[in-house]
């Protein structure tokens, strides 16, 4: 049974889902690298804690959720990391996005301290997150997923246990290849219709509910549409999780050319100083190429 | 109002089309150069001709639904066409995709004969087709979509008039790049969940409700997985419509990397003789790049 959950990386995501967890009756001891981003949760119930093995003592479960592969190595098996306090028992939760190979390394340290790991990777952004209605795609030992099962409804919706360790990853990491392509679908068609002096809100309105259909046409052409390309889900962030995915495909000689093309543009937002923009703001890149200006 | 219908083009899309204005109670008189498609509208009421001339004569809307641009040029231009019969005060209407340009020249031979001319392109494949919800996006004089509103509304759900003529066309064009992206991040998805050794039904259910959804997902994802390659949509279909959006892009000089990249891929299936099965077959050009094998 689940009640003391130490909650690691309070950023955009980890934020509203750890308020999820406290607002689901869970205790949470939560620690952020920039501990000031974490005191919103202070306010909610949480105690603030100065380490990651500070956030794992005496808890049931862990929870991560940062940024890149290093990171979650660092707050796992660095100096006052997870692994030197974690109890026996106990279950770690990462949900960042990450390398599968390195999720598995992890799993196996975890496992050495008599604890179970599981890989939950999510989808569906600051807005899920916010929502409470993320997708998370959870690899690990069926019996720890079920045991965890009440943290991920309190922060999700489609709960979903794809097989063994690195399994969530993998299964993120084929969403991330679908959201890339959406997404320069998406721009692509905005480009003819804006050249061609279409309507873009009836051309939202005729392709939205039809086989062109997304959830990037649905949430990000609006927003291409009246110009708002402020973050929900970074270019910098979706270049990581494009990175792991090339990576992936390098190792087990895959050809993802649509990937790869994705990939190479998000570059030109990087270079153009957008990565910190949202991902639609990859309808800039291809507007400059083509010499549009809005 | 409209009575009489004129059909010209009964194959995987216009004869579920057709069906629909009979159940809705309009009078049909239907044409198809293959004359042996057309017959099963015949057991369902509708009167069978010889040429689109004799499908025109006496209608107050000639519906056309054909393969390319040369063929709705001579639907309407050629000998026995449209043009020699249309009633002043007709409205015809093409749902063909074809080129926004040339649609514009059939709209004015069209007026010139006193009649009304609207392009309608439709999206939604024969499922859309048989269950009458295909999305209709439309352009034209809105006075004639007004009148010929009843006809579409027994065959389609989401309609929407998008401008004057070409614009329907354009809009379509739009929506079949979104199409072509989505499908391609559908399959390199898969391809790496394929190597990667995950369960397909899993990812699918992991994937498919959050921010990589598309409709692409939800309905060739399920096909892919099953390995059902019959066509709903044919890929010499969408390497024509892909065609007219290369063509547009080229005499705008508007730069789509993705949907060139979605057509050159497409090119490889046409290659393997793979062009009459439906667009998901994509997914073995894929397969086949990386050695897969299933």
Not at 13 to 25: C, D
Not at 258 to 275: D, K
Request: a neutral charge; hydrophobic letters at 45%.
């Amino acid at each position: 049974m689940i009640r003391r959950v130490g909650f690691i990386g309070t950023g955009i995501m980890g934020l509203p889902m750890a308020g999820h967890l406290l607002k689901a009756g869970f205790a949470v001891q939560a620690y952020n690298r920039t501990r000031s981003r974490a005191e919103p949760l202070a306010d909610q119930g949480a105690t603030l804690v100065d380490s990651p093995a500070a956030a794992a003592r005496d808890a049931d479960a862990v929870i991560t959720i940062v940024s890149d592969t290093p990171d979650v190595q660092s707050v796992f098996l660095g100096a006052d990391g997870v692994c030197e306090t974690l109890a026996r028992g106990a279950v770690a939760v990462d949900m960042s996005t990450i390398s599968p190979v390195v999720t598995q390394e992890i799993a196996k340290a975890v496992e050495q301290r008599g604890a179970a790991f599981l890989d939950a990777p999510v989808s569906g952004g600051k807005v899920g997150a916010e929502k409470g209605t993320l997708s998370i795609m959870c690899g690990g030992p069926a019996e720890a997923f079920e045991r965890v099962r009440p943290l991920f409804e309190a922060m999700g919706k489609n709960i979903v246990h794809c097989g063994p360790n690195g399994y969530g990853q993998l299964t993120k990491l084929c969403n991330q290849i679908m959201c890339g392509l959406n997404l320069l679908g998406v721009c692509e068609a905005f480009l003819l219709a804006e050249k061609a002096g279409l309507d873009l809100s009836k051309v939202l309105q005729a392709t939205t509910a039809g086989a062109a259909g997304s959830w990037a046409l649905a949430n990000l052409g609006e927003k291409m549409r009246v110009r708002d390309f402020a973050p929900a889900f970074m270019v910098d962030l979706q270049q990581k999780d494009l990175r792991l995915v090339l990576e992936q495909a390098s190792g087990n000689r895959l050809t993802l050319p649509g990937t790869a093309l994705v990939s190479q543009l998000f570059h030109a937002n990087q270079a153009a100083g957008e990565g910190r923009e949202g991902t639609q703001a990859l309808l800039k890149v291809l507007e400059r190429m083509s010499q549009i200006a809005l």
